[in-house]
């Protein structure tokens, strides 16, 4: 049982849950709001900047439910969705979210207190982006 909360921990996971959160095709079947279920099936390998995960896990809503299946890579420190498959059970209509435009590692941006860059910062920047 721990090993299902530890794959619902992941970014691979929760990048899934997002994407399938915001399709209106989904939100549209299923109804608002969409729940995850208890177990996650599959497996997650990561070594550092990289890795592969491949999952299965349900959802539902007040109209319905279905099946999410994950196949993610992770490289340079970034996952990728190959392929994100949401299967409703009521048609067995299967649909692809993996080309949605954000990606599953959509962490916070850092708070932090507003500093002002030095006086000639502007210029190491702009020469560093002509090379």
Known sequence: MMVF???????AYSGALDRVRASAE?????????????FVTGNINISGPSGRAEL?????GPRGKATVYVAASKTLGEWHFEHLIVEFDSSGKR?????APTKPNHLPEPTSPSVTPPADAGVAQSVAADH
């Open 5 to 11: 909360g530890l794959m619902k921990y992941s970014m």
């Open 26 to 38: 989904v939100r549209e079947v299923l109804g608002t709001p969409i729940e995850d279920g208890i």
């Open 56 to 60: 299965s896990f349900p959802v539902r």
């Open 95 to 99: 649909i692809e979210l993996s080309a």
